[in-house]
């Protein structure tokens, strides 16, 4: 990159922002891959009553834009890729994956 602050500015903001995010997400008991990227892959666990789709499309009628795996090799559609946006959009994707993964247990 030619602007190099801008380079260790996002450098620093994923260094911050990626294991609060990875936490996050792991508090809400989904699977979350570990990443050096500015994405995690996520997919409910075993003791959720979700589908990897069924999550996929509540998010969606919330407005969450995620993409599905099914057409990465290897994932067999089994999982999520969330990408790291600003914090308020963080906190949102979060707040939303809270209720959908509530609303599951009723």
């Not at 260094?15 to 995010?21: D, G, K, L, N, Y």
């Not at 009553?49 to 009628?61: K, M, N, P, S, V």
């Not at 089994?78 to 009723?106: I, T």
Request: glycine letters at 4%; charged letters at 25%; a positive charge.
């Amino acid at each position: 990159l030619a602007d190099d602050a801008f380079a260790r500015r996002t450098q620093r903001w994923l260094a911050s922002e990626r294991p609060r995010m990875a936490q996050a997400l792991t508090q809400l008991g989904l699977e979350v891959v570990p990443s050096h990227a500015c994405f995690f892959l996520i997919r409910p666990s075993a003791a959720q009553e979700i589908t990897t789709d069924a999550l996929f499309e509540q998010l969606l009628r919330q407005g969450i834009l995620v993409r599905h795996s099914h057409n990465f090799a290897g994932l067999n559609g089994e999982w999520l890729r969330v990408a790291l946006r600003d914090e308020p959009a963080n906190r949102r994707l979060v707040n939303v994956l809270k209720k959908v993964l509530h609303d599951c247990l009723r």
